[in-house]
């Protein structure tokens, strides 16, 4: 087994008047050549966005966008003719495929927006562009990682197009959780949203993560109560 950890003090930064902003990975204005991608996960950026403020109508293509609101709320409105807004335990899956338009704003006059967006790379180009959106609630994640999207069309995940999976867990201290690997060819990106954690004889706090190869599972032991997300991909396009 590989495993490579970044600290969550190493991550890219933005400050912005109304959006704050961490990268694991070069994104916009922040560049590192060491951090560019893990196999088909491209972006994952923890935003806090300012009560009434937000992202204005941009486009996006070739991209499969998941958003995981951890606290607040996100008012969302795209060209696909979607409108409406996601709260917190919800996780909403963008296919931007041959384009779309969006636009994101925290509606709230009081508080801010935590969130985090992922983009991995679909396994196919210029699709029709979808939306699909899900609540998922911490009791179903509790002591265990719940698959929370998935490239396996199921009433239970929000769908991807690549094969990929998303859990999420919710564990106390000393709990351990386990994951088996669905293909020998993937990878394993791990971010501790909150707590910490041992996994791959490595201690993970708030913002850490590891990218793990060369294993067919995983074992994440709560050093105290956390939440993270494992992330499940193919290492090549």
């Known amino acids: ?25 070069s994104f916009a204005d922040y560049y590192n050549p060491k951090r560019m991608g893990f196999g088909v996960l491209c972006v994952l950026n923890e935003d806090v966005i300012e009560p009434g403020q937000g992202f204005r109508a941009h486009s996006h293509d070739n991209m499969e966008i998941v ?25 909403q899956r963008m296919s931007a495929g041959t ?16 969130l985090l967006q992922v983009w991995i790379y ?7 562009p979808g939306y699909e959106q899900k609540s998922f609630f911490p009791k179903g994640m509790k002591n265990k990682l719940l698959p929370v999207v998935s490239g396996k069309k199921s009433s239970e995940t929000v769908f991807i197009n690549q094969d990929s999976v998303f ?38 706090k708030t913002g ?25 991909v193919p290492m090549h396009l």
């Open 1 to 25: 087994m590989s495993i490579s950890v970044h600290r969550s003090l190493d991550r890219g930064s933005a400050e912005h008047v109304w959006l704050h902003t961490k990268y694991s990975f």
């Open 122 to 128: 679909p396994s196919k180009l210029n699709i029709k």
């Open 67 to 91: 958003t995981i609101l951890l606290e607040g709320s996100l008012k969302h409105k795209d060209s696909m003719g979607n409108a409406g807004i996601i709260n917190a335990g919800d996780i």
């Open 167 to 204: 859990l999420v867990g919710y564990l106390d201290k000393g709990v351990e959780a386990h994951y088996k690997l669905s293909a020998k060819n993937h990878g394993v990106f791990v971010f501790v949203i909150n707590g910490e954690i041992h996994v791959g004889g490595e201690s993970l």
């Open 208 to 232: 850490d993560s590891a990218e793990i190869t060369g294993n067919r599972s995983v074992k994440i032991k709560a050093v105290k109560k956390t939440r993270a997300i494992v992330i499940e």
């Open 99 to 114: 384009g779309v338009v969006h636009e994101e704003y925290n509606p709230s006059a009081s508080e801010k927006t935590h």
